[in-house]
Structure formats: structure tokens, C-alpha cells
């Protein structure tokens, strides 16, 4: 049984390979009658697109979406949405040396060992270009929350072991503003400055480095969340860990929760004039039972580094003989920058689909 | 859509809340003809039985597993499994003084800021007796995974900020005596010593502590894992996270990983005399691309405090009113000895299902 | 992958074989507050229950339901409903002499060339026992929709080449007053007698009879119905057809409906009032496009004798041997009677499916 | 939760209008390293598309198809297989006077009424336009059973009054050259001609008349369907029931069974040289317990007139007053005749789908 449909009722297909003619995205269950704001789907994608900066992959994609079913005059019409984003810059010769031997720590051998066969041009399927068919069905679902006040906000948290201070509660429009402004997303001008720097470096060496992006959502109603197993974090954390090159989910007090003790670590309610109780702290992240509590919902991801370094690199070929890798072709020193937008997809389409299973819970 | 089911091809669907008749699980999906070892599974349960020391809740329950149906002379017959598992001291009066009072960090708003509506005995739904079903249907699945040399070992790497040496590689039998030896289910004698007098000390506070589980997974062959959504380690994190008390999940490298440099990072191929490659380092943690390598499958599961304390707290009641929640009740002051069985049960539902999956893929 | 599931939103789970411990369901999805009365679910299971009058199978079985979980001082609390049916007049003896050989028409050798293995007693999981756990959580589905002004009724329209004359548009209650008058359970008295009579004859001719079981539901609002798959009808369809015995399913103009020309068969709208207009005729059955548009929905389900007679038949046994099978046992002479009970279920559960999805379909 | 996924395993999500940029389908699950001719499955659309013949519509579409992903070399890599068919001839001011007016027994009204909002072009989505995704996922279907030797053959049966013969026992390629030596598709060729005639003449009179397509599946092997809920019956009726216009569905002795006694209707086991066992007779339409015996497959389907008349009819707007649709547009005049591929497709799919889901019934 595959795996490249997520979500139960607000429901995304993907397909296509990085060198293939298109990738692309079916969305199953977008509510009808709901306005698609075509240039915002296209904005989202820019965010993701190679080559928008200096410390990107030099791959050239105007990734430009266009639709094919599911919206009549603006709208939504309740049947399936299907966007296409046709791949353009195909130097399929670039991977030419690489067709029978296994790049460390890409998905070249598991593939071949799983299909026993695989389109070998820049990775194929298990290339992060599938995920612009992420961000554009992760568009609609923004649209989808932001017209029930619910915000997603990703930056960069971390680079290496530069670590930006916690956000506070700043307005979702002004952090927006901040993040855009510098090129690694980053909402705190000045460890943005410094965590730029660092790529760079690591880029002309030729290297790669890893990162943390964090998330906050704002609004979110109390109650989404399917217990026992479809847990609001639950869902969050595999649609997290789904993402290229995702090592690590926390949420909440998250993995340092787990050397706090209880007394500290609880947060107590208070009264709040007849509406839903706040909390004192939140080391629950929003969460509790799996159930959204009104509170902000944060979350942390970690990313490994880029796998393609321009070093050569020993290994093995298909035959299960020696062989060694050259370090050639585009890639990105650091995947956060543009990872921060497929973090922010992918949330929203977790909480688009948990708002929708929400409302069966009541007559 | 609720969600109280798990799994595609190896399914299970539980019910049952803290203080009601009983709780039970339905394994849609087993392949027929594969012996059940009831005592296995009942071995199994034990481990996660309550009372069983001085540091785990002090609520009696045998946690004796029934078969309702699906075996057949001691065999699985293809159709439905169903187990059940009577509850027996139900002392609900212990809840009596909660029944408007939202404990802090409890799921008590959450269930009734959704559902309208909640059975406040011990939780209800949402106590952490509901795994004693999945660690049932976990035996089955390790009993399955076992015929074909798969072994699922988890065991308590942290309490508090007091942390086990990373595992050598020990076999499976060794490392699983040693854990059983202590009470604490730690595999390493020194630093389970060292955890036990923490957590009596804590419990004698009336506090709780979290800890950290670490899972390895040994035997698993190459190929498994769908991607790009249903990637092998988007669902063990998603396995994880619906366990109670969960706050974070990491796999391979992890969080440490995300300050690290690819050149540092990558996991080297070596030629293995034909047979499926190893690598030099694993980083990677068996999985490449979602898909599972031959490599040890490894990750860390964080857990945050226990919520029940044995302090008196201020809270709010259902009517949004300031309230005082009394310390009382049966609990656990660190909840990872129980768990440990619950994360390889979790572990072993996400290999069968994924074993199952794969069959699918080639002709 | 295993099929013991059926539906999405408000989905069930059945267990249990004919001869085991007992049957049993799980329902997963019911809305949270919603009163359960178990005495209606109970008077259902009392329409099913065999031994209940001279028409049917002397098993004798109280069917006495019990709940499990998920319902709390008298209402649903959005946890699942496990409902309980013990096995109790489980005469395995009456099946030793079939251990190894092939009843002709019934599950033994499918069961055994798909699984290998079987519980022989009494059809194991394909008896029809099996639909008593649906009979359950379909009255649970009845009241949910009753809620909402919806009807299911159903009736014996044919018994072998005896038809009951269509029904007019009768008030629900005098149609089901007529119907429990009989035990044959045909709306129209006259018919209802001359069937009995029929299938006592078969009776004693140890043979059985095929039948018809038709069903309208009323008061389904226009909208419900999932295109381009999971149309109302085709749903219905499956559900019907998942019932044992059952060999045919049309709705609207169904077979007939083949033989006619468009202008005679097109449904005119009416005005009405400035509500949903009403249509001329209803060859549509109440569904158009796999959308319900107000009118009634009616269908009409065809099942083929029971395979069990008292008459001695040749057929092979598991070796592939001439074998003798001799007429044994306690068997329906016909099925329809106690059927009409299950097609009201099964119908219900699609509705109660279909009316939480739609939810979904507008913001 | 909407509905345009089919399938578990092999699993297809279709979208497109009637008159919209394209239509299309995603195949997930597709085993890979399997060849996938194009050739063929062009041939497929070809038989599917109008302006075939006197007797189909005249809207001119060369439904060529082109690919998107999922092949690489000419076979299946195991990952989605997204298939495009652009729409050319849209004509969609042929509509225009449509768009307020509800046409009779067409979907215009129910769309309206479950989305609040219609593409009225052409009927949307609701055209049946969107089968030939359908049948583009079914050739590939169709080429992986027959890799295990499974045909699926259907043809016209009956169109209104007039019926075909029982096909006996033809081989597979003479009966699929005699059905394609016609524009109405039926296998014997002196009823075939008789319907042709019948056609014209209805269609001369601006008129539309139903039909019945049977279907046989050979080579079968015996094991698959996944009781209780998915019986392999029951899945192919759901499949058939999707189909635009179809009313009905039966299987081996159908509605004819209902009428049958018991010890006429049982399929007596004959033994088999050691070989799995067939039956004397095939009531059970090669399906038992909802499971496929190894005996021939079949069914037959009901498919009502088409809606679209060149008659002047009464009808209602959108705000429920009284208005005349007037007879305009291309439309069929009996829908079977291009059905039959449709009818093979959805069979394919079923089959393939059960046919990977049986493989996770044995370890």
C-alpha cells in the first residue's frame, strides 16, 4: 500500500519525480464555495523556489502553478482541486554519473531496494522538489484557517549551532515582516545576519549543514484533535517527519519536558471572564489529550544536513562494488531557508483536516 | 472522523475507558495461520501491569487478556482478533472531588471543550490505561515481526537529566535480561540504580519526573517504509506521539544532528561480499528516503512529568470559576518503566503494518 | 489488507465467529451527547434473533447486547462504542461431520483456499451470525438519524415468484404496525399470509427459498452522497451487497428502468413552494447524480436460498475427494424474514456515514 | 469527506470537468517494474470516446492521454502513475442557456443543493466525461491481471427490450473480435444488429433508451475479496454503481435467484484431477462467501436512459419557478455501447486492488 496521499477529509495526492514533466497535487474534500486566491498559492511557492538567493540551490524553476479541475470562477466547487507545477530546468545529464551508484545518506539504495528499479535523475521521487506539490496544497489550507483567524508561522530557528532567541509574542504580521526581510528566514534580524554568514562559509567549503525550524499557530479553537491515535501532535509530528530530511519533532516542553518534574512542568488554568480558561505557562504546547486547549500551539523541527556536498565521497554501486562519488550538480548549503514554508504546508494541512473531522463530533 | 484506529494492513482498533467495563482491541488484518502465543502476550501486559513496584501506581489490576474471536486451536485464522481485558479495581469514588475541576496538564478541558461530555473517572478515554489494548495487540505484532528476525528493544535512557551510555551493540537476549533485572527497566545496572533512588525520592515529594525511552530495531530488511508521507520513521513518530504523555521524537542522528555538517553527517557505503551494503556510521538511523536500510533502526521518545501530583493545585471548574484540585488519587511518579513495553509495542504495530505494506510492491 | 470495516465518518468494526465466545462491534465516530437507548437497540436485535418463530432456525440465542465503553450515564461521550454479543447456544457437535468437506454455496472452500485455515463450526466468521454485531450498531444509526426526521423501513416484497404489491406512500408507523404483524414480515397482509404458507411448505420439503427485501427511507434532506465514488447509491449498494446471501441490488427504476426511454423515465421537477422541488416521478429513486435530492430513496435487495437443506448432496472434500454431504442441522427455510432487520441496519450506517460527511462539504 | 478515491492498494483519485482544462488520474500503488503500454491504454480511450460512431455523441475529443510521472523507461517505478487527458472540444456556450435551469434526472440540482455552487458546463464534474480517467487507471489494471492471466470481458447484453443470448463459453479472443466488429458492442452479432437499428431510430426521435452490459472475468484464481464488509462482490457492485446512470447490479443467478429453491440453486463441488474444484453449475457467479472460487465471474448492469432528450421539457430554475429546458447539445442516445470499457475498467481495478490485498492474507 503506497504512501502519497495525506489527510482523511481535507485529502492531498501527490506525484512526480524531480526530472520528470511535472509534479502535481490533488486536493479531495476543499469545502465548496470557498474564494482560491491563485496569487497567494503562487507566493508560497516562491518562497520555496531554488535559486531565490544566494544560499539556495542555483536550480532554475519558475515553479509556476497553474489548475487544472475543482475551481469555477474564483471558487471552490467542492470537487477535486489539481494543481500543476510543470518542471522546467531538467539537466537530467547532471546525474549521468550517478545512475548506478549509491550517494551516501540519499534514498538512492533503499529505493532500488524497495522498487528495484528507480528514476535516478536528481533523485526522482524522493527528491524535495515533490514538496512545491506540499506548498501549494498548503496554500489553500492557510486560506482555509486564515479565514477562521487561524495563523501558522514557521521561521529558523537554528542553523548549526547558532540558535535564535524564543519568539515572543509578537504580532503575526509584524514576525512575518521580520522573517522576510533576510534570506535564511530567520525572525530575529540579528541572528539572521549571523546564521547567513555561516552558510556561506559552509557553502564554499563545499559543505552542508543542518537546522531547526520552530512554528507557532495562533487561533486555533480549543477541541481539534482525534484521540487516541489521530492526537493533534500526533498528526502534526508525521506530517513533520514526512519532510525531507526531518530528524526530530518536539512540541511544547518537548524533549526538555523530559527532565522537568511535574510540580514545575504543570500548567495551571486560570479563570478568564466566562471564556475558555488560559494557562499560566504552556509547556503543553496548546495540546493536552491530544486536543487543542486555545492556547498557542508550538512546535520545533530538526533537519539533518544536506546529504549532496561538493566533496567526492567514497561508496558502492549497484553491483555491491567499490566506487566513489563525485560532488557535482545544484544543491543547497542549508535546507531551512526554503524548508520554512513547506513546515508551514504541512501544518496547515494537518489543521485544515482536523478542523473538518472536528465537526463531526457534535449533532 | 475519530480516530481510534491504527494501521493499514495490520490494523487495530481499540476502546475502552480508565473506569468502564473494559478496555480491548480488534487486529483486522493478521495473516492467517501464525500461532498465538497467549502467555506471550500476557507476559507482555504484565510489563505494563500496574502495581508492579514501588515506583510504578499502586492500582490492582491483573490485566488478564481475553479472546473473544479470530483464533482458532491456537492459530490466527485471518479474520478479526479481538481481545479484551476486564477492568477490575475501579474505584471511581477516588474521582468524585474532579468531576468539575479541570486537573492542570490533564486532558479533563480538552475532552470537554470537544466533546461537550466526558466520564471524568480516572480520565476516562483519556488515561493511559487505554495501552494496555495496544501493548496486546503489540504482542501479536512482535510475535509476527520474531518469525522473521525482527526485534523490537526499548528500554529507559533517561530520568530526569539522569542519562544511560548509549547501548553497544549487545545482542537482543543479553540486553533485554539485563533491562528485565531492575525495576526501572533500565538496560544499563549502574545508572538504573542511580534512577531508581531519583524517582523514590521524587515519588516521596509527591512529584513526578519525565524520562526519555530509546527503541532499536534489529533484523529489519531493506524496503520498508512508503513514502512520500507514510515515510518508516514519519510513522513510528506518529506511533510515538499518540502515546500519552509524549512530547518528542527523534530518530538517527535527531535533534544532535541538526548542528552537524553533511561532510560529518553522511553514512558512508562499504562493500559487504554481495550482500546489502552497510554503512560506516549511522547517522541516518536505518532509514534513508522513509525507507528502511538493513541498518539498526534507532530513535528516542521523550516524556514530560506525570500530571497527577500529590500537591494541592489551583485550577478552574467547569463553570470558569477559580478552584483547588487536591493531591489524591493512585499514580505513577515516572511514567518510562511502564512505557517501555508500550513504545515496542507502538514500534512493532508500525514494522507489521509497514511488512504487510511492502508485499505490495512488486509482483 | 483485511475488510471487517465498513464506512468512514461513523464506521464500524466487527468480531466474531458463529461458534466462538461471542460477536461484537466497535463504533468509532458516533457523535458526542447523543442519547443511546439500548431497549430500541436491544428490540432490534430481537427482529434478527433466531428461533422466533416457526419460519426460521430453531438456534436458539437471546442476543442480550451488552456496552463496553463509550457511553457514559446514558449518552454517547465521542468515544468508541464497543458493544458485546455472547454466543450461547453453540452446538459445535451438529458441525463435526463437516469438518472436512465443501458444503455446496457456502464459504467452506473460499475460506479455506484463502486462508488456509478456518473455524468450521457453523461458517466460523461467514455465518450470518456475524450480521447481529451490524444489526447492533445500525440501530444505534437509526436513532441518530431519526433525530433528523429520517426513516429507514424495509419489508418482504418477494418470497420465491410471490410479489407484494408496491407500497403506497403509507405513513411510516401503520406500514411498520402491518409489517411486525406477520412473521413473515411483509407490509401487505393478504401477501404476507399466502408467503408464510409458502415457505412452510418449503420448509417441509427440507428445501429453501430465495427472496426480495425492498426499503425506502424518508425524510433525507437533498446533499448527501460523496460523487464520483462514493455516490449514496453505489454505497448503498455495497452495503447491501455485503450482506450474506444477498445476489442483486437496484434502486429507482433499477432493471426495469433499463428497458425504457428517456422521455419516459426523466424525473420532472415540480415548483414547490419556494422549497426543494419535488420531481413528477421518482425513477431516480431519490438520488440523483449519487446525491439524494429529498424525494424518497427506495431500493430493492434480491438474496438467493440458504445453501443448508435437508436433502443429502454430493460434493468434494479438502482433498479434493467425492464426498456426501447429509442434510443436518438447524437452518431458514427463508432468509428474507430475518434480513429485513439487517438491510435497515446497513442502510442506516451508510446514511449516518453519508450525513457526517457532508458536513465537511461547506465551510 | 469527499469521494473520488477508489481503492486500497491500487488506489486511484480522479478530477476534471467536462469542460475544464483536462481530466485526470493519480495511480497509487502500482507495482513497480511492470511495463505499462501506452499503446493499449490509448486503445482503451479510444473505445470510451465519442464521436465513434452514428450512435455516440458527435463532441469531437481525441482523448489522447499523456503522462506525467510514475513511469521511467517505459515501466512502473512504484510511485504515482498521474495520467492527463486534456479536453479539447469545449464547447461550453452550448451550455449557457442552462446555467439557472435545472435539467430533469440530470445532477444539476443536487450539486447545487450539496455544494451551493455548480460549474454548469456540460454537467461538471457530473458528466460522465470524467470515466475516462476511469479507463485510463483501468487498462493499466487490465495489464497487470493479465500478466496472471485474469480477462475481464464485458459486452452489451441488452438495449432496451431486445437481449442478447447467454454467451457460452467462447474464448476470449474470438468474443472480444465478434463485440468490436460492432458500434454497438455486443458479442452476437445478429442481436447486434437489431440494436443498432433500434438506436437509430431512438435517436432520430430525439429520444434516449437504457441498456445492460454483462460482464465475465476468467482466470480468476481462487481467494480473493476480504469478507465481511469488502466481499469481492461487493466491491465490484460499488464499482458499477459509481458509473454514471447506472440503476443495478447483479451477480451469478442475480434477482432470477431470489425465485430459485435451495436444492436447485446449489453449485455442486465436482472433483478435479486434484486441482482446486469447480462446480456443476454456476448460480454463485463464481463468487462464495464473498470470496472468488476459481469458476468464471460474472455480473450484469442496469444502466437507465440518458437524461439529455431533444425534447422541449418542463423543469424549475435555481429560484424554484417554473421554466422549459429546451432540447439542445450532443448526447448520446444509448449510453452502453461506449460504457463497455468503463464497465471493464472499473472490474480491472476491483480485481487488481483485491488481487495486492489478498497477498497480505498469509505471511
Known amino acids: ?97 550517478n545512475t548506478n551508484v549509491y550517494r551516501p545518506s540519499h534514498a538512492d539504495y533503499t529505493y532500488d531496494a524497495k522498487y528495484g528499479i528507480r528514476d535516478h535523475r536528481g533523485g526522482g521521487r524522493s527528491s524535495a522538489r515533490e514538496t512545491a506539490a506540499r506548498v501549494a496544497a498548503g496554500a489553500i489550507a492557510k486560506l482555509l484557517l486564515a479565514h477562521y483567524g487561524i495563523t501558522v508561522f514557521a521561521h529558523v530557528s537554528a542553523v548549526g549551532t547558532i540558535n535564535a532567541p524564543n519568539l515572543q509574542a509578537l504580532h503575526y504580521d509584524e514576525v512575518l515582516a521580520q522573517r522576510e526581510e533576510n534570506i535564511v528566514r530567520c525572525a530575529d534580524p540579528a541572528t539572521a545576519k549571523e546564521m547567513i554568514e555561516f552558510i556561506d562559509g559552509v557553502r564554499k567549503d563545499g559543505d552542508t549543514v543542518g537546522g531547526k525550524i520552530s512554528c507557532v499557530i495562533n487561533g486555533c479553537p480549543p477541541g481539534l484533535g482525534e484521540p487516541v491515535f489521530d492526537k493533534l501532535h500526533a498528526d502534526l509530528g508525521k506530517a513533520m517527519l514526512s519532510i525531507n530530511a526531518v530528524h526530530g519533532f518536539e512540541y511544547g516542553s518537548g524533549f526538555s519536558g523530559s527532565e522537568m518534574r511535574g510540580s514545575a512542568h504543570n500548567d495551571i488554568f486560570l479563570t478568564n471572564e466566562g471564556k475558555a480558561p488560559k494557562t499560566l505557562t504552556n509547556f503543553s504546547g496548546g495540546i493536552q489529550g491530544g486536543i487543542s486547549n486555545g492556547m498557542e500551539i508550538n512546535f520545533t523541527v530538526a533537519f539533518k544536513p544536506v546529504a549532496t556536498i561538493m566533496h567526492n565521497q567514497q561508496t558502492v554501486n549497484a553491483a555491491g562494488d567499490a566506487a566513489e562519488i563525485k560532488g557535482k550538480g545544484r544543491h543547497d548549503p542549508c535546507v531551512v531557508p526554503r524548508a520554512v514554508v513547506i513546515v508551514e504546508a504541512m501544518a496547515a494541512l494537518v489543521l485544515a483536516d482536523q478542523f473538518l473531522r472536528h465537526k463531526a463530533t457534535r449533532l
Do not use: W
Not at 495526492?13 to 469545502?31: L, M, N, Q, R
Not at 486566491?37 to 511557492?45: A, C, G, R, T
Not at 531565490?52 to 497553474?66: A, G, H, L, P, Y
Open 1 to 97: 500500500m503506497a504512501g502519497n496521499t495525506f489527510g482523511h477529509l481535507f485529502r492531498i495526492s501527490t506525484f512526480g519525480e524531480s526530472h520528470g514533466v511535472a509534479i502535481g497535487v490533488i486536493i479531495d474534500g476543499c469545502p465548496a464555495q470557498f474564494p482560491i486566491d491563485m496569487e497567494f498559492i503562487q507566493s508560497e511557492l516562491d518562497k520555496r523556489r531554488p535559486g531565490q538567493s544566494k544560499i539556495t540551490t542555483q536550480r532554475k524553476e519558475s515553479d509556476t502553478v497553474q489548475i487544472l479541475s475543482g475551481i469555477f470562477e474564483g471558487k471552490s466547487t467542492g470537487t477535486p482541486i489539481a494543481l500543476l507545477i510543470p518542471n522546467e530546468d531538467q539537466r537530467s545529464k547532471d546525474y549521468d554519473h
